[in-house]
């Protein structure tokens, strides 16, 4: 059964792979969808008037197929071979097909077959394996962008569903399962429609012994739309609930439903707040079409659940994790499995300290990362725990994560120094940081103390692999970082600011030094707004990063060729953090008032720093200026110079 709209540049070699296959008993109907641009002729001219069905409208996957197995040659058929226009089989593709079908050893009820797909112009590279879903109905593939075929998936799958572009269905999986979901209109009705043939018992493969090329025309902008595209979030969204209310049983749906409601609103609040407002429409689209779409939906699931042999269980092992591990795990399992073969060789003749330095150089960064978790936990295990953290340097964060945005939004300032300039934006981020973490300031405290050391290593990593191409120099790099005396003394005394200057240091360093390199970024825009969001990051909890970040700039400017663009890149990327300063810094006619208690003294200098309405001596300095002149001053009084530096550098310290 072939599906056809508006496909005459390529339809001919769709046609002409069907004609060459070697499996003989195979009858070919075309029904197109209302095409315009001699696709109906071009059919009509091979396959004959009889085997040609013209819808005269677009009525999608699903209508074309409705009506081809109205035709006595499909409804005589044992299997219908499902062909998109521009998908082109090897010669030998149905018969291979076939074979799984038919039957494997231990396999049975098999009512869905699909090929492996490879793309239309580079046959090495994968398009199709099948594919799979996350507990919400979400579709995963395992394939990488661009990834090339090398037999790593040369073996029989048995998977969740597989594409509609080549589709082959034994006529019980089809009778019993139902026909494709029209509303889809071709976006993911091929996992809602396997979905339900495993509800209904039958098993889903992918064989890679036939092949098909794939040109995914539409994808490519070469087939004309008849309205406008939405992204594909909105389609893979849309599909995946009303799957999931369709497929699901009873039970599960009363546990997943509110489950996926939370995360919904959670994934909405983060697109809002990255400002990626076209995203968060099309989520929220995509619900609107679910909720205006339930009635039928519901008839849908009556009809779904009626043919169900199969417990929502058996179907689990199929699908892809919610929450799916990095491939940094992949890796580590196959360095463990490596490294005890290594160990338990007897035959290599080496000392066993060799083979486990052998190993480690081998996977230096796993090796490294490793460790650092082990030590990583060891140094964070007191955090483990209700009790609230104190000590040191550790500025106090509120009882509630409110009082983080009554601060950023308040016109004066109500701890240490006082004042009448804006919050922080670091407040904000506290709270929001607190908010992800259930609400909970002291928790969302210990996160935030906790990871800036890993942060900062992995930032020093990916900056030193750049830098010297060596993994293992980088490391050691890392390594000597994280535990450097001033990451150490930070991380002991509880010292925020610095931990986030740490941690964004290394990032801004490369970013800089990628900038003012021979060879520019390959995408400019992309490079500044990273080292803008770093580089506000930065001055939002201590605006002395800029010192620096400025001598970085400096340094590479006038050790750079002057016709290096460095500076042109750079730019863009300090002007958030410009920004973020002058925020952080009243105008001219602002200024600080500071109050002196009666009885405050150097010696107790607690009091000095109190801001209070009372009487008392009122020092005015002009808030411009305000930084580098406590720091000049608080050099020459002894007692207060710690307390002033610490302010002047670290301002969030203050302001918490």
Not at 283 to 297: K, S, V
Not at 317 to 345: C, I, K, Q, V
Not at 575 to 589: H, K, M, N, Q
Not at 624 to 631: C, E, Q, V
Request: aromatic fraction near 8%; charged fraction near 20%; proline fraction near 6%.
């Amino acid at each position: 059964m072939l599906v056809t709209r508006d496909a005459v540049a390529w339809l001919r070699g769709c046609l002409e792979s069907l004609a060459a296959q070697t499996y003989s008993r195979l009858g070919v109907v075309a029904v197109d969808n209302g095409s315009s641009d001699g696709t109906l002729e071009l059919l009509r001219q091979a396959l004959g008037e009889a085997r040609v069905v013209a819808l005269g409208e677009n009525r999608g996957i699903a209508g074309a197929l409705t009506a081809a197995t109205e035709l006595p040659p499909a409804q005589a058929a044992d299997y219908l071979l499902l062909v998109h226009d521009d998908a082109a089989l090897a010669p030998d593709a149905v018969e291979r097909l076939l074979e799984p079908a038919e039957g494997i050893k231990a396999v049975e009820r098999v009512g869905v077959v699909g090929p492996k797909i490879v793309d239309w112009d580079e046959p090495r590279v994968l398009r199709e394996v099948g594919r799979s879903t996350d507990r919400f109905g979400h579709p995963y593939t395992p394939l990488q962008e661009g990834e090339l075929d090398q037999g790593q998936y040369d073996r029989v799958l048995e998977v969740l569903f597989v594409s509609s572009a080549i589709m082959l269905v034994s006529r019980e999986a089809w009778q019993r399962t139902g026909p494709f979901d029209e509303r889809f209109a071709g976006h993911h009705d091929d996992l809602d429609f396997c979905w339900r043939a495993r509800l209904a018992g039958f098993r889903v493969l992918m064989t890679p012994l036939a092949t098909a090329r794939h040109r995914d025309a539409t994808a490519r902008g070469e087939r004309p739309q008849e309205q406008p595209s939405r992204s594909s979030r909105y389609y893979a969204e849309r599909a995946a609930l009303a799957s999931m209310l369709k497929d699901y049983g009873v039970l599960t749906l009363l546990w997943l439903l509110p489950v996926y409601v939370v995360l919904g609103v959670a994934r909405m609040l983060y697109l809002v707040l990255s400002r990626r407002f076209e995203d968060a429409f099309d989520l929220l689209a995509a619900w609107g079409w679910n909720l205006l779409h339930l009635p039928g939906t519901l008839r849908r699931r009556v009809r779904a659940q009626s043919v169900r042999s199969v417990a929502d269980r058996k179907i689990r092992p199929f699908m892809a994790s919610t929450f799916r591990l990095p491939r940094w795990f992949e890796r580590a399992e196959e360095f463990l499995d490596e490294g005890l073969e290594e160990f338990d060789d007897e035959e290599l003749g080496r000392p066993l300290p060799r083979r486990a330095a052998s190993v480690a150089a081998g996977h230096p960064v796993l090796l490294g990362s490793i460790l650092a978790i082990g030590l990583g936990a060891l140094a964070v295990r007191h955090f483990v725990g209700p009790e609230v953290l104190s000590g040191g340097a550790l500025a106090a964060f509120p009882a509630g994560l409110g009082d983080f945005f009554r601060e950023f939004g308040s016109g004066v300032r109500t701890t240490v120094l006082g004042g009448v300039q804006p919050g922080s934006p670091a407040l904000a981020g506290l709270g929001a940081g607190s908010w992800v973490a259930f609400g909970s300031t002291a928790l969302a405290q210990k996160v935030l103390l906790g990871a800036m050391p890993a942060l900062a290593g992995i930032a020093m990593y990916r900056a030193m692999a750049r830098q010297t191409g060596s993994p293992a120099a980088a490391v050691v790099a890392a390594t000597a970082y994280v535990l450097s005396a001033t990451m150490l003394w930070s991380f002991s005394e509880g010292r925020l600011s610095l931990l986030v200057v740490l941690a964004v240091l290394p990032l801004a360093w490369d970013r800089i030094d990628a900038a003012f390199a021979r060879r520019a970024p390959e995408h400019p825009f992309r490079f500044g707004i990273g080292l803008g969001v770093a580089l506000s990051i930065g001055a939002a909890f201590a605006p002395a990063i800029v010192l620096p970040v400025a001598l970085f700039a400096l340094v590479n400017l006038v050790a750079g060729e002057p016709s290096n663009p460095g500076l042109v890149l750079t730019n863009p990327g300090t002007e958030p953090a410009v920004l973020t300063l002058s925020y952080l810094s009243p105008g001219p006619a602002d200024q600080i008032e500071l109050t002196v208690p009666p009885g405050a003294t150097a010696e107790a200098p607690e009091g000095f720093l109190r801001v209070a309405p009372e009487a008392g001596v009122w020092v005015r300095a002009t808030s411009g200026t305000f930084i580098p002149a406590a720091a000049s001053y608080s050099l020459g009084h002894d007692g207060f110079a710690t307390y002033a530096v610490a302010l002047g550098i670290a301002v969030p310290e203050g302001v918490l």
